[in-house]
């Protein structure tokens, strides 16, 4: 199933996660520093969703804190 998210108070304007069975198969951002986004969707690809969110929770943006639902 693929996930839409739209980011408040980042550079990154939308995210949409690919996800099966709570794993992700594959993330893309649209936005943001090209570089560093595709290093952490290849890090993250194949991961658990809480995992994942364990890892990144907390982790804000130039001082942007993104508040995720």
């Known amino acids: ?10 550079c990154s304007r939308q995210i949409e996660l690919e996800i ?4 992700v198969i ?6 943001g ?3 560093n986004l595709k290093g952490v969707a290849k890090l993250i690809q194949g991961m658990k969703v809480e ?11 130039r001082r ?4 995720m639902p």
């Open 51 to 61: 995992e994942v969110i364990k890892r990144l929770k907390g982790i804000d943006c």
């Open 33 to 35: 520093c090209d570089g």
């Open 1 to 10: 199933m693929i996930y839409t998210y739209t980011p408040e108070g980042v």
């Open 26 to 31: 594959s993330l893309k951002v649209m936005g």
């Open 20 to 23: 099966e069975e709570g794993i």
């Open 64 to 67: 942007k804190r993104n508040v």
